[in-house]
């Protein structure tokens, strides 16, 4: 994934413009300087391109205390990670010395680097006096993160050369030549080296009891019945009041990435320990990507364990975990090898749900009984039909439903329905995305037709 990393010194709207460009609130945003101390990562998307933002704290080269000094190596970091840098600096102030400072840095990183002005009510009236000319950068861009102006015509420059992120691509038809790509996820000291290695059938990846001894995501290629895979074993994530160390931060973005560039993620669950808000945090992180998933409850062999053991523990993971209610469930010991290798067969039926493709008249056959038991409620007094539905792509599976009205589905009704796939499809375990969509050219009640 193309990423972009937004970086200034504080109180300049670096915090602004990522909510801006990713949409919502997701980043703190507060005229105290200083609010952003972690980078706050988020994949966007900007007509049909997915990319990736990445939000620094701001930070003051020249001061050493510690809190600064954190936020300085969460900048540099963000720097190192970034394909363009959005350098921001006050629209509406001179340059500080700080921003001449930051600019220098820049400028060592041989990245490409866009100068933001931000805070300006009105760039297409702005005109440069020439004091930003002397930070060194050719690529100025006036914008208002906090009224939107100008910020499309930026993203419009900056992934010019970023291709579109099409919905299928001639890559599904090869899918079967390529390996299969597992990211192995959890906080420290889960076992997740333990796993790669059991799977493996040797100790390939170095395995300690201290946590945080995997720093970097490593990839390793696995071969099992003529099946190719690539085993991705991911630093393991931390809290953020608890990553204060360069290379642990470091970690953490590698992790998310690996999380991205893979087809299935095995979260890894420490039976011991259960489920705690880090297992939420990443089980959020591999929903918001879109991507099959498995929960891996190692250590199971620690358990004392009744008839009912297995089955009250996964209805805890459940209620836990609402959101990966989908997600099949393994108990294993990586240590004593106890069905760690099934992780493997569920990665198979993962994958083969994950890329499946139903035509569209068997999918509206299954769809049609569910639609006639319970239809959509009524929307402002009118009724929503919904006419037929269509496969738009695989990994995930994605279903377009075309209605009369898109935004009279309401969450629960899209719930339904995907649950109701769920049963009949026989895609239970994978992720599936529902677009609901007015029929090309149909009229919107209140907006005249396009010509």
Known sequence: MYYIAIVGRPNV?????????????????????????????????HEEKRF???????????????IVSLIREQAMLAIEEADTIFFVVDGRENLTATDHEIAAILRRSGKPVRLVLNKVDNPATYHDSGEYGRLGFESVHPVSAEHGLGVEDLLDIALAEVPVTPEETAE??????????????????TGKSSLVNRLLGEPRIMV???????????????????????????????RKARVSLRIEKFSVIMAMKAIERADIALLLIDAVEGVGAQETAIGAMITAANRAAALIVNKWDLVEKETMTAVDYERGLREKLPFLS?????????????????????????????????????????????????????????RVKIYYVTQASVAPPTFVFMTNIPEGVPPEYRRYVANQLRESSGLAHAPLKLVFRAPPGRRRRGKPAKR
């Open 326 to 382: 989908h997600a099949p469930v393994l108990f294993i010991s990586a240590l004593t090898g106890q069905r760690a290798v099934k992780a493997l067969d569920v990665v198979d039926a993962l994958y083969a749900e994950y890329r499946a493709r139903i035509p569209s008249g068997k999918l509206n056959t299954l769809i049609k009984g569910p639609l006639a038991r319970r239809a959509p409620p009524l929307y402002r007094g009118r």
């Open 13 to 45: 709207g670096k915090s602004t413009l990522f909510n801006r460009i990713v949409g919502g609130r997701p980043a703190l945003v507060d005229d105290e300087p200083g609010v952003t101390r972690d980078r706050n990562i988020a994949a966007a998307t």
């Open 208 to 238: 300690s009891s201290i946590p945080g001894t995997t720093r970097d995501a490593v990839d390793t290629e696995l071969t099992r019945d003529g099946k190719r895979y690539i085993l991705v074993d991911t630093a393991g994530i931390r």
């Open 52 to 66: 990736g933002v990445i939000d620094s704290g701001g930070f003051d080269p020249a001061r050493d205390d510690l």
């Open 172 to 189: 599904e038809a090869e899918a079967a030549e390529r390996p299969v790509r597992v990211a192995v996820v959890g906080k420290p000291n």
